[in-house]
């Protein structure tokens, strides 16, 4: 899709905190690029930096104690390595937006949710109260909200986990965004209430023609979900490329090992093989690919960091070894 | 009845779990209201057997597993283990069914006591429930975390130390140190990275094998269920709504519920997740303060119908093994005699 317009451009990015045992590299050196309209899974375990990287796309990272670099970091045309604080007010909840996956902490127990999301409005178009009003129940409407006029008036204890993220995703739109950050929506919600969320999201993204980026820890979710995947292992992406390629024939070992590792549903008599070991310590300095001590396929040539490299049609892995053993 | 139950293990009859609702000032009228969060419930479980509880927070599937093993007040019902009236023991008889009965709870980083080292909290049972000296202690202690898949000298470390897997393993060696027979596993995934939760659940399987223990686990994860479960036993709202052996409910679901939670659960291939229905189910699980009349999913229930609001459904049989709560089935083929659940084996 070179023809869509990009919304968001990461090269190179590092960022690392100052810890009590030391440096912690949370991110050591991602790229990638999110065109308008498409669905991009960001998948890892924690740790891995897959949060990091997202907060780092809308410059959420507190200032002290971390470093951020990177070559590019442009957000909706805004390069936020260099953007005044009156810029990046701009951009958040405007072009574009995030959702968390607490939404209890994400929201304000104090006040009624029809305040909070009309905040979100007014914060990004010049509206009267009259307007503002119509807008946010108009938008609790779309997120499905069932009779908004008189839940505007609650406040959130007085609605159900997947009610709350609707109406964090209600203030996401507020800003009609080109870009919607979910870092993990549903990890807090039921199962029934997940697919609920993922339809609504899935909807949206068809409505509004906005880009999300999906940041998870479950594969099965991106399958239902995504179109393109980036999967990232201590730091780094190690594996890219479009849902179907992937998951159809997973070209580096940590994913097809992630792959292999989980039960699914629709097959009762799958043996799953577990991956052996942990995953690295952030704190970790590493010499070569970060996965080594846990691969099956390692060898003397895992010992020098491997970089992305295009394998397969819409596909690219980080693995020494991808094309022998894959 | 003695001879054809050989090999029964557990047998719950009617288990209720009721907690009293939010606070009420005593001079307002009415009564204190009454959150059901285990109303009724009926399961068997036989010796080497692994059991699941699935359903979504608030159905009571972690309250049934506290009730089993009476670690909640006010349990009423019949729990029957291995002969012990577990519900009505007391002294001894108690504390030989707690050396039998053990918990692995969900959040290893909550369960393990942050200020001890793991030789202690390992070894905390044996100090408790036997006479073994101290260095006999730190033998058995080093020999569980080997069992488990840990070195022996995680025995000096602090959890803090170790990672949510690792933890994992010590919350199970502790649970296996009195070599019980049955283990509830509460969740003992959810807060794990997914490429530790493949390991934690192969070490299960390893240690039922070993040990022959038999397994409550707990969980919302269908997938996961599955993989290891012998039978099941779907939950909503503090009542069974079907259960039956795992291969039957997965193959067959008969309560729309549990076809609704098998259609939501997300399964890991982009081919199939597009060519399947998205039917996703409305709404959330009611309040167990307040639960729904008559069958108390539907609301919910996309064939709900006049009398479902009306009368509570009971277990029938829905085919083999398998029963389900859910009026549907008198609709359709001619609903098989109660004389089913008599002759379950």
Redesign the interface.
């Known amino acids: 899709m070179p023809t869509e317009p990009t919304v968001a451009e990461v090269e190179n990015l590092r960022v690392s905190f100052a810890t009590a045992a030391g440096t912690a590299m949370a991110v050591r050196g991602v790229s990638f690029s999110i065109v308008r309209g498409e669905t991009v899974g960001l998948v890892g375990e924690s740790g891995s930096g897959k949060t990091v990287t997202a907060l780092s796309l809308m410059k959420l990272l507190p200032q002290r104690g971390v470093r951020l670099e990177a070559d590019r970091l442009s957000v909706m045309g805004t390069d936020l390595r260099t953007a005044s604080s009156a810029q990046l007010r701009a951009l958040r909840g405007g072009k574009a937006a995030m959702i968390f996956q607490n939404p209890l902490r994400s929201l304000t127990p104090t006040r009624r949710v029809g305040g909070q999301v009309g905040e979100a409005v007014r914060k990004h178009e010049q509206a009267s109260r009259s307007e503002a009003t119509a807008k946010v129940i108009d938008l609790l409407r779309r997120v499905g909200i069932p009779d908004p006029e008189r839940r505007a008036r609650d406040y959130p204890h007085q609605f159900s986990g997947g009610q709350r993220q609707r109406i964090m995703i209600a203030m996401a739109l507020a800003g009609s965004p080109e870009l919607l950050i979910a870092d993990e929506p549903t990890t807090a919600l039921d199962v029934t209430t997940q697919a609920q969320i993922f339809d609504l999201l899935l909807d949206l993204r068809a409505e509004f023609g906005m880009a999300v980026l999906l940041i998870t820890h479950d594969l099965s979710i991106v399958a239902r979900v995504c179109g393109r995947v980036l999967v990232m292992y201590a730091g780094r992406i190690i594996e890219e490329g479009t849902v179907g390629a992937i998951f159809a024939r997973p070209r580096h070992p940590y994913t097809a090992g992630l792959l292999a590792s989980i039960p699914r549903v629709d097959q009762p008599a799958r043996k799953i093989k577990p991956i052996r070991g942990a995953p690295l310590d952030a704190t970790e300095r590493v010499e070569g690919c970060a996965f080594r001590p846990r691969c099956p396929h390692a060898a003397d040539a895992c010992s020098k960091q491997p970089s992305l490299e295009v394998i397969g049609p819409q596909q690219r892995a980080a693995c020494w070894r991808a094309r022998e053993v894959t | 009845m003695t001879g054809r139950n050989a090999g029964l293990l557990l047998s719950v009859r009617e288990l209720r779990v009721h907690y009293p609702g939010p606070y009420r000032a005593p001079w307002r009228r009415g009564e204190q209201a009454v959150v059901r969060a285990v109303d009724g419930i009926s399961l068997e479980l036989h010796d080497g057997e692994t059991l699941g509880l699935v359903g979504?927070?608030g159905c009571g599937k972690t309250t049934t597993g506290l009730g089993i093993l009476r670690l909640v007040p006010s349990v009423a019902g019949e729990v029957v283990f291995d002969g012990t009236n577990v519900l009505a023991a007391r002294g001894r008889e108690l504390i030989a069914f707690r050396r039998r009965a053990q918990i692995v709870f969900q959040d290893p980083y909550a369960s393990l006591h942050p200020r001890k080292r793991i030789d202690a909290i390992v070894g905390e049972p044996f100090e408790l429930h036997t006479d073994l000296s101290r260095s006999q202690r730190r033998a058995a202690v080093e020999e569980l975390l080997t069992q488990v898949g840990l070195q022996a000298a995680t025995a000096d470390r602090y959890s803090r130390e170790l990672?949510g897997?690792?933890r994992q393993r010590v919350a199970i060696a502790r649970a296996l140190a009195l070599k019980p027979r049955l283990i509830v596993l509460d969740e003992p995934l959810s807060a794990l990275?997914?490429?530790?939760?493949?390991?934690i659940?192969?070490l299960l399987g390893h240690l039922q094998n070993e040990f022959g223990l038999t397994y409550i686990f707990i969980s919302?994860d269908?997938?996961?269920v599955?993989?290891i479960c012998d039978s099941v036993c779907i939950m909503y709202l503090g009542r069974i709504v079907e259960h039956g052996p795992?291969?039957e409910i997965?193959?067959a679901p008969a309560h729309p519920y549990t076809q609704?939670?098998?259609?939501?659960?997300?399964?890991?291939?982009?081919?199939?997740?597009a060519r399947r229905a998205?039917i996703?189910?409305?709404g959330?699980?009611p309040s167990a303060l307040n639960p729904p009349s008559g069958c108390a999913f539907h609301p919910r229930c996309r064939h709900a119908l006049p009398v479902c609001t009306e009368l509570e459904p009971t277990l029938k049989c829905s085919g083999g093994q398998s029963f389900a709560a859910c009026h549907l089935l008198d609709q359709t083929a001619p609903a098989p005699t109660k004389a089913g659940v008599a002759a379950r084996p």
């Open positions: 979504e927070s990672s897997g690792q990275d997914v490429s530790i939760r493949a390991q659940l192969e919302h269908l997938a996961v599955q993989a795992t291969s997965f193959a609704a939670l098998l259609e939501a659960a997300p399964i890991p291939d982009p081919e199939i997740e998205r996703s189910i409305p959330d699980v």
